[in-house]
């Protein structure tokens, strides 16, 4: 019985992970999603935030930011394509916040539906991003 599967997280602009893993978790787009060896095929959305992947090689925790994407889980391997990802460590809170606070001026001076829902997607992707790092941070 496999007791590690194999992790590949990509965005449009590089690999930023591929590996075993003895557990992954992610924010799914119902909810936090915890994936084992062996797990159900799935594929599903996954909203802003942190993938969190436990390292079968060293039991460490690799951290990764995404912004939102796909995830395809077969019993031996996990694939998150994602819009955007970033290694935990390289996550910067002082751009993020500002990022953040340019996307809720967008939001007040809006003059269409489109800007303005462009402008709270942004929102949405920089506090998921401020949070994760926040939980990277912790640990």
Same mark, same amino acid.
């Given at each position: +019985? ?5 992790? =590949? ?43 969190? %992947?436990?390292?079968? =090689?060293?039991?460490?925790?690799? !951290? ?16 998150? @394509?994602?819009?955007?990802? %970033?290694?935990?460590?390289? @996550? =910067? ?13 967008? +939001? ?6 489109? =800007? ?6 942004? !929102?949405?992707? +920089? ?6 790092? *926040?939980?990277?941070? *912790?640990?």
């Amino acid at each position: +019985m496999a007791t590690t599967l194999h992790v =590949d997280v990509v965005s449009a602009e590089e690999s930023i992970f591929s590996g075993e893993a003895t557990f992954v978790a992610l924010p799914g787009e119902l909810g936090e999603l915890g994936i084992y060896p062996r797990h159900t095929p799935l594929i599903t959305r996954i909203k802003p935030g942190a993938v969190r %992947i436990k390292r079968a =090689d060293n039991n460490e925790e690799e !951290f990764v930011f995404v912004a939102g994407g796909i995830l395809e889980v077969q019993p031996d391997t996990v694939t998150v @394509l994602a819009d955007t990802a %970033i290694r935990g460590h390289d @996550l =910067d809170e002082a751009k993020a916040n500002e990022a953040k606070r340019q996307a809720e001026e967008a +939001m007040k001076n809006a003059k269409s539906d489109i =800007d303005f829902a462009k402008a709270q997607g942004e !929102f949405a992707a +920089m506090a998921a991003q401020i949070a994760a790092l *926040r939980k990277y941070r *912790r640990k």
